[in-house]
């Protein structure tokens, strides 16, 4: 079953395609440095920090996790917007409920096979439309747009969403990620138009 969350801009009193931004049919590729290599044998989902019960995954053991298929759509920072995206993966509070997330967690740092790191703060990632995923569209997740395993945040910006994701950091002070210390928002709401900061 597929869940349509593409009605998620009206939650952000704004309309489908957020201001500035163009429609494409197109999936391009964004990447800061690359498609890093993996392979299955070492692959390994982490989550970390201030929580109760710290866990690693392989990817056989992420992939058997319970898991959904939802519309959604994806805006990059750079002006374009890809509507109805179908990602299969396992929701954000999922993996906060498996961890046992501690209350004085208030952030999450996303860190990646190329480096790359994201931030948010936990109550803006802690939701049902952010999905740890792994297909799209019903096939693996492509390598160049993150396979294995990638966030997806269509709420925020794209870059919020980190490609080839294999460590989750909760965190009990805000830090700032790759592109947020670069001068992208580190709110990155596209309906407010946080591109810059
Ligand atoms: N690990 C990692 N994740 C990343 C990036 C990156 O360079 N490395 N680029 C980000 C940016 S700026 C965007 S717009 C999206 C692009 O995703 P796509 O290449 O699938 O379109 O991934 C984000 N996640
Ligand atoms: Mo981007």
């Known amino acids: 079953m597929v869940s349509d969350v593409t009605g998620l801009h009206e939650e952000f009193g704004g309309e489908r395609l957020p201001p500035g931004q163009r429609e494409t049919e197109r999936f ?9 290599g993996w392979t ?13 019960e710290p866990f690693s995954l392989d990817y056989d053991a992420f992939t058997d996790l319970p898991s959904v298929t939802q519309r959604q759509d994806f805006h990059c920072v750079t002006g374009w917007s890809k509507f109805d995206c179908e990602f299969t993966g396992v929701p954000f509070p999922d993996i906060v409920e498996r961890a046992g997330v501690r209350d004085d967690a208030v ?13 948010l703060p936990l109550a803006d ?8 995923a792994y297909e799209f569209d019903g096939d693996p997740l492509a390598e160049d747009h993150g396979g294995p395993l990638r ?14 994701v294999t460590g989750v950091e909760f965190l009990t002070d805000p830090e700032r990620g790759y592109w947020e210390k670069r001068g992208y928002s ?3 709401n596209p309906w407010n138009e946080e591109r810059y900061s």
């Open 107 to 119: 952030h999450v740092m996303f860190h990646a096979l190329d480096g790359y790191t994201t931030n």
């Open 186 to 188: 580190n709110t990155a």
């Open 125 to 132: 990632c802690d939701r049902e439309e952010v999905l740890f």
């Open 40 to 52: 299955p044998e070492t692959w390994e989902f982490e989550v970390w920090g201030a929580v109760d």
């Open 151 to 164: 966030v997806v945040t269509p709420h925020k910006y794209a870059y919020k969403g980190a490609k080839w």
């Open 28 to 36: 391009p590729v964004l990447s800061k440095s690359g498609t890093p």
